[in-house]
């Protein structure tokens, strides 16, 4: 998958922005290149745990990404305090098995590693994230 650097800055000011808690949000494209972020709002019992997007502002972005002509390639959270490889948690809500999902750790909050993965049916699998200069 590639993001340009300006998508990435989004992504990282995003899960930035909203620790103590998890951050979500959704990377709409085409085949394997990012075209649009959009961050979402975390409306989990336990933000700073887990993320469950809110369900009216999931609706109105698939929408968009439709109506754009674009697909949904990939899901990004982030991680406060572990490193970014998918939780066992993250594997049972890994619903979309023909999205990516991207996993920020701000364990070292000064240098945020990123990193995407498939999950297909439990299984783990990296895959790589090409960032490009924009």
């Known amino acids: 998958m590639y993001i340009t650097t300006t998508q990435y800055n989004i992504i990282i000011n995003h899960v930035k922005?909203?620790?103590?808690?998890e951050a979500c949000g959704v990377l709409a494209g085409?085949?394997?290149e990012v075209?649009?972020?959009y961050p979402m709002t975390n409306t989990s019992d336990r933000p700073e745990l887990c993320y469950f997007m809110e369900p009216k502002e999931q609706f109105a972005v698939m929408k968009e990404i439709r109506n754009s002509g674009l697909e949904m390639v990939s899901i990004y959270h982030s991680h406060?305090?572990?490193e970014a490889y998918p939780s066992a948690h993250d594997v049972e809500l890994a619903y979309y098995q023909d999205v990516s999902y991207v996993i920020v750790s701000l364990k070292d909050?000064?240098?945020p590693s990123i990193r995407s993965f498939k999950i297909i049916e439990g299984k783990i699998t990296e895959e790589e994230l090409k960032i490009v200069y924009s």
């Open 17 to 21: 922005k909203e620790t103590p808690n």
């Open 30 to 32: 085409k085949d394997e």
């Open 35 to 37: 075209k649009k972020v």
């Open 80 to 82: 406060l305090e572990t």
């Open 109 to 111: 909050k000064d240098n």
